[in-house]
């Protein structure tokens, strides 16, 4: 048994195959996709939620199409090694190239390509915009 993940182990894999290529948008809706791979946190996910928000007020839809899953831990400065692991400091999520982080919808692509520059200011991965269609920006 071979899936289209790499994992031999039928228990383990899900069967999951290229999913982020497979992710669809629906019609006439905008994603900010992600164009490098690499860890977001939870606050820079959430600053660049609020700005789309704050932009869209209620003329669009939007949708956050990764959760912030992965809990981060840290330990205080100057701790010897030991004693168990560091504390709670948030939660963040990792992301793949072409990964869908937004959709945003019921807006015309000149609104939706303003507010989307706005919001890629506070991720720390480069991001394109794409349409339904397909075609790519930013």
Request: proline share 6%.
């Amino acid at each position: 048994f071979q899936a289209e993940d790499g994992i031999r182990d039928p228990l383990w894999s899900r069967g999951l195959g290229d999913v982020y290529k497979r992710q669809l948008l629906r019609p006439s809706h905008y994603a900010i996709v992600a164009y490098d791979g690499g860890r977001i946190k939870e606050e820079q996910l959430t600053a660049a939620f609020n700005v789309l928000k704050r932009r869209l007020k209620r003329k669009g839809v939007l949708y956050w199409r990764l959760p912030p899953l992965v809990p981060l831990t840290q330990k205080p400065l100057e701790v010897r090694m030991g004693k168990g692991k560091g504390s709670h400091e948030g939660n963040s999520v990792r992301v793949r190239p072409g990964q869908v982080i937004f959709e945003i919808g019921q807006l015309s692509l000149v609104e939706v390509f303003r507010y989307c520059e706005e919001a890629a200011c506070k991720l720390p991965n480069r991001t394109i915009l794409l349409t339904s269609s397909g075609r790519r920006w930013l």
